[in-house]
């Protein structure tokens, strides 16, 4: 794996082992949308979980340090499903602080992070904050700050952060600079160089008010950066008339490192003005912009955002936070899956002459052109696969990571379906083997990284995870092959200690082994063959080949949809008809566009 990458200033002084690594990770998020509500507005909150039950609910309650368990709450409402929104009235709330709760099955056991916001009073005149998620709060945030997020409600070009305000490590905390009303997470520019947010806002409801010309809008956020750094954030906002042609712009920012005096901080700003008559949508945009010097080395943007807000002067309804994105995967019998080692796309494909089985794949079947991971080193990206996070790690965590991940993986969703999986790695020796050995990585196989796999009871991991000749052996009929395989070549021929021509040559001599299995050839296979990470100095751009038994996927087909390590895992949670995991597997975008 490439060694732990540069860090941003303001983790300079983390430790190359990740102290702050998690054993578990948020499964449930809760979001407002907006901080401020005038008495008698409705309070819509969106939420998700995986852990579904019919009378998970949502309540209410003051802000004043008593909470679920000690008193009663004052509004609220059953949550039963594993996404979607409730609508409480705050008519019988007076004006002052108050908290939501995301709660357990009829219990008091909190789900997520609690929601805080106000009460006002005097009616609400104009529209509700109508940006989808700009305050960070509806997604995981990193344990670590360091890897990409999935972000509900918005299109992600780069891979911007969510980073929690209690992740430390110099990033802003609880008590810098910042709203008054900050929520658990913010937006950040991301581990490496620029990335971009955007939304697009519908206000055709409102086309007789704006079309009479008399209707303002408001736009704030607050905007922020590390200490001197220079990186910085931009948002703008577009109005667009019914042929999609900009009517006109709004901007807020920079905030600048003199402007924080280079301090890390962020700082509210504003902009009003009237809304374009003939606006049907407003299009929103928010550039993270890192400092050039860092960009050009692939380090950490630290350019920050939180509370991101545009309201108008007309009342608009409150925009719903998007359900987790329809899926068209098709159903599968068998899902094979295998990580290799730090290429970006055009080391692999298109290179005819490093790496020609590999381009006759992507040119027969399907090659994803925005497939991205999520973080350097490797080993977090491993993990994202198989447990839906990164569980705090910005490091390759062996050996005293093995063993130590109480969340679930794969694997126990798939066992929890009454299906059977394996994990099988080339020159492993002997089953369940955990120590490293010429070209032999075990944490290549990030199973061993859980803790009822690699933990001090045995039993499972030698069960479950094989040498890779066992899989040859499990080929021979479909009744043997297990619904989910995770294969990996040793270091040397998944190309991180080798060449790329090397990895191709073994590819060529052992997929066929699969292709012509009965599992594949008489039942309904899917291969996903991807890479943990970019060679380090490309944006994270990564090459991922797509596969399926005869007559599934596209033929020659290139995908240009941003997918990431995240949607690799919710299309195999589709196609065996998994539950999810965390918000980031829930939320990802699977890959749709590329079956027939």
């Not at 712009?249 to 009237?274: F, K, Y």
């Not at 490093?354 to 999520?374: D, F």
């Not at 379906?417 to 790695?425: C, F």
């Not at 001599?509 to 380090?536: C, G, V, Y």
């Amino acid at each position: 794996m490439i060694p732990l990458a540069s860090l941003s200033n303001a983790a300079a002084a983390a430790p190359a082992t990740n102290a702050a690594a998690l054993t578990t990770t948020p499964n449930s998020v809760l979001c407002a949308g907006q901080t401020q509500y005038a008495k008698g507005q409705s309070f819509s909150v969106s939420y998700a979980t995986t852990r579904v039950a019919s009378k998970n609910w949502i309540g209410i309650y003051a802000d004043d340090g008593r909470g679920p368990g000690s008193v009663n709450a004052l509004v609220w409402a059953y949550a039963p499903k594993a996404s979607g929104a409730v609508t409480l009235s705050t008519s019988s709330l007076a004006p002052g602080h108050y908290v939501a709760y995301y709660l357990y099955n009829d219990g008091y056991t909190s789900l997520s992070n609690p929601a805080r916001f106000d009460v006002t009073s005097g009616p609400a005149t104009g529209s509700p904050n109508l940006i989808v998620n700009g305050d960070a709060e509806c997604a995981n945030a990193s344990a670590s700050g360091y890897d990409g997020a999935v972000l509900p409600g918005w299109q992600v070009s780069g891979l911007t952060a969510v980073v929690g305000y209690d992740v430390g490590r110099g990033f802003p905390s609880p008590s810098t600079a910042g709203p008054a009303i900050r929520g658990h997470q913010f937006f950040s520019g991301g581990p490496i160089g620029d990335s971009t947010l955007t939304q697009t806002i519908n206000v055709s409801a409102a086309a007789a008010q704006i079309d009479g010309g008399a209707v303002t809008y408001d736009l704030s956020g607050w905007l922020g950066g590390y200490a001197n750094e220079t990186s910085w954030t931009v948002v703008t906002i577009s109005f667009n008339g019914a042929n999609g042609a900009s009517l006109g712009t709004g901007t807020i920012g920079p905030v600048s490192a003199s402007d924080r005096g280079n301090t890390t901080a962020l700082q509210e700003r504003v902009s009003h003005g009237n809304v374009p008559a003939g606006t049907r949508s407003i299009g929103v945009k928010v550039e993270f912009l890192g400092e050039t010097l860092r960009n050009l080395a692939n380090q950490y943007n630290d350019a920050y955002a939180d509370n991101l807000s545009l309201t108008l002067s007309t009342p608009l309804p409150a925009p719903a936070v998007p359900p987790p994105v329809a899926a068209t995967v098709p159903a599968f019998d068998h899902v094979f899956f295998v990580i290799l080692e730090n290429r970006r796309y055009d080391e692999v494909i298109g290179s005819r002459s490093n790496a020609p089985y590999l381009n006759g794949l992507a040119s027969n079947n399907v090659a994803l052109a925005r497939s991205y991971g999520l973080i350097h080193p490797s080993d977090p990206n491993y993990m994202a696969v198989a447990g839906g996070s990164t569980f705090g790690h910005q490091d390759n965590p062996m050996p005293d990571g093995i063993g130590t991940i109480g969340s679930p993986h794969i694997g126990d969703l798939v066992e929890a379906a009454g299906k059977k999986w394996r994990g099988y790695i080339e020159d492993m020796g002997t089953p369940c083997n955990l120590v490293k050995n010429g070209n032999y990585d075990p944490d290549n196989l990030p199973f061993l990284f859980f803790q009822n796999i690699g933990g001090a009871d045995r039993t499972r991991c030698n069960e479950h995870i094989r040498p890779i000749t066992q899989l040859w052996t499990d080929l021979q009929s479909a009744t043997t092959t297990p619904n989910f395989v995770w294969f990996e070549p040793n270091s040397c021929n998944s190309m991180h200690n080798c060449s790329t021509q090397t990895g191709d040559a073994w590819f060529q001599a052992n997929l066929p082994k699969i292709l012509t299995s009965p599992a594949w050839t008489q039942q309904r296979s899917l291969m996903i063959i991807t890479f943990d990470e970019d060679d380090n100095v490309s944006g994270q751009a990564i090459p991922t080949i797509v596969l399926a038994s005869p007559g599934i996927t596209k033929t020659g087909f290139q995908s240009n949809v941003r997918y990431t390590h995240y949607s690799m895992l919710r299309t195999m949670e589709i196609g065996l008809g998994l539950p999810n995991m965390t918000q980031n597997d829930q939320f990802a975008i699977p890959l749709n566009d590329i079956w027939r």
